[in-house]
C-alpha cells in the first residue's frame, strides 16, 4: 500500500507524477543596521530595489495578459499595487530613514507586520492575502542583490521533468506569484504544507485546472525528489509510491475526469436550454467579489443570491454604504452590464453572528430575531445599506431581494423604506435605477402559503429551500441526525414550491430558487416541470446543471413533476425520479 498523506482539497483533478520538493528560500533574519549618515545611500538601493520589482512585475502581468491568463494577471496588478502602499512600502522606507535599518531588513519587517495583522483577521479571502504581502516583500529582498534563484519554483520542475513524466510540487508554501507561472503542461499538481482553500495559490490551482492540495501539514515536506506520487485533488489525498493497482485506478479515474472536464467545457458561454429550447436562467449564489469573479468564469450567467451578510461578518464594525456600493458595483462588474445580479439585504441571525450589533443570545436563533426583522427595527442600518444598492444600481442590472418575509406587513414596510432612500438619493441627485426589481424571498411557509397575494406587489420570488425545508419540516437545517427530514423532495416542500411558482406566473412574475436544492441533479428536472424560471447555485454547480438540462425533454417533465406531488415521502419520489429520467445518468 501506498504511504497516504492528508491535506485540504484545494483544487480538484487527479495528478500522476514524479515528486520535486522545493526549498525554502533564506530570508534574512533579524534586523541589521546601516551606519550613521549612509541613511541616504540605503534607501536609495531599497527604491532603485523596489523599482526593479515593479518593472518584473508589470513584465509578468503583460505576459500573462498576452497568453489570455487574466486570472493571474489580476495578481500581479494586486501586488503592484502592494509596491505603493503605505503600510508596507512607506512603512520600511521610514524603518531606513528614521532607524538605520538595512534595506532588507526593513522591508522584511514591515512585510512580517502586515502579513501577521492579515493573518489575525477572521476572514478567511483577507487572512491569505498574508501570502501575497510576503511574496512582494520577497521580490523586493531579491531585488536587493539575493536575485539567484528568483524563477526556482519553475526551473525546477521543468529539469526535473523527463519527457513524459510530469513533475508535482511540494513545498512549505508557494507565492502566488510562484503559482501563476506555473506551466500545467509540465507541474501536473502541487502540494503544500500549509495555505487554505482560499489562498491565491489555490484560486489559481482551480483556474488553470492543476490538482492541489494545500495544508497538508510537516508530512508534505519529506517527500523525496523522485518518488512516485499520485494526488486526489478531489479527495485532499497523495499517495506515496502508489502500488500497480492504485496506480490503474487513478490512471482510469484521470482519463474519466478529462472525457468530462471536455464534454462540460462546451457548456461554459452558452444559453440555458433544455433538449426541447426551454430557456432558464443558471445564476450563482456568491458572498463576496471574489465569488462574483470566479462564479463567471465557471459559467454563471449572473448571481441569483449575494448573501451580502458575509460583508458585514469577520470585522469590529459595520461596512460603510461606501464600502457596500463598491462590493455591489463590483460584484455587477464582474458580470457586464446586462447580468442579473440580484442582491439580499442582510440575513444575520439564525447560524450567522454579527459582533457589532451585539445581539442578545436566543434559545431558538432560527426562530427568532433575524434578518429582516433586525432591518425593520435598525431603519438605520437598513437604509445604508439599500442606499448602496440603489447606488450600485447604476452600474448593472442590480434587483433587491429581502429575506425571511413572512407577512405583506414585513414586504410593505421593506418595500417603504427603499422608497425612502429612493426619495433621499434623487434628492440629492445621485443616479441609480428608477426601474430596479425589489422581490422577496419565500423561506417561510407563511410566505409560501400567501404567495397569491404576495405575487400581485412583489416583482419577483426566490424560494430558499434551505430555510422552507426546516421550517416546513420542523427539522433544525444545522443538526444532522435530522437528515432524513431536512429533504427538499418531500412533498409538503414541493406542494409549496408549486404553489408559488403558479402563484407568481399566474401574475406574470418570474419565480427563482437560491437554495441549495435548486443545484441539485435530482431535482433539477422536478423543478424544470414545475416551471421555475431562475436556478441559483455555487458557482462549481452550474456548468454540470447546463449540461444536464441540455439533455432534458421539459414538456415531458410536467406530467413526472404533477407525479411526483402526490408521492408519500422524499425517498419515493427520488427513486422515481431516477427511474424516470435516465437523463441523470451521463
Ligand atoms: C435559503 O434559506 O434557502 C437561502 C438561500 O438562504 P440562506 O441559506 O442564506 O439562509
Ligand atoms: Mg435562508
Known sequence: ????????????????????????????QGVTYVEAGEEAAELSRFDAAVAAARSELEELHARMIASGREKEAEIFEAHLMLLEDEELIGAAQERIRGQRYKAEAAINESGEEVAAMLASLDDEYLRERAADVRDVSRRVIRKLG????????????????????????????????????LDPSVIGGFVTAVGGRTSHSAIIARSVGIPAIVGAGDKALRIEDGQLVIVDGAAGLVLVDPEDEELARYQALQEQAAGQRALLEQFRGQPSVSADGHQ??????????????????????????????????????LPTEEEQFTAYKEAAEAFGQAAPIVIRTMDIGGDKELPSLQLEKEDNPFLGYRAIRICLDRPDLFKTQLRAVLRASAYGNLKIMFPMIATLGEWRQAKALLEQAKQELRSEHVAFNERIEAGIMIEIPAAAQMADRFAREVDFFSIGTNDLVQYTMAADRMNPKLGYLSDPLHPPVLRLIHQVIRAAHKENKWVGMCGEMAGTPIAIPILLGLGLDEFSMSASAVLPARALLSRLDRAKLSSLAEAVLDMDDAEAVRSYVERQVPELRV
Open 1 to 28: 500500500m501506498a504511504t497516504e498523506i492528508k491535506g485540504i482539497a484545494a483544487s480538484e483533478g487527479y495528478a500522476i507524477g514524479r515528486a520535486v520538493i522545493l526549498r525554502e528560500e533564506a530570508v534574512p
Open 280 to 317: 432558464v436562467e443558471l445564476v450563482a449564489n456568491i458572498g463576496s467579489v471574489q465569488d462574483a469573479r470566479q462564479a463567471q468564469q465557471q459559467g454563471a450567467e449572473g448571481v441569483g443570491l449575494f448573501r451580502t451578510e458575509f460583508l458585514y461578518m469577520g470585522r469590529p464594525d
Open 146 to 181: 539575493h536575485d539567484t534563484d528568483a524563477d526556482a519554483v519553475p526551473a525546477a520542475a521543468t529539469a526535473a521533468t523527463s519527457s513524459n513524466e510530469k513533475s508535482i510540487l511540494f513545498a512549505f508554501d508557494l507565492t502566488p506569484s510562484d503559482t501563476a507561472q
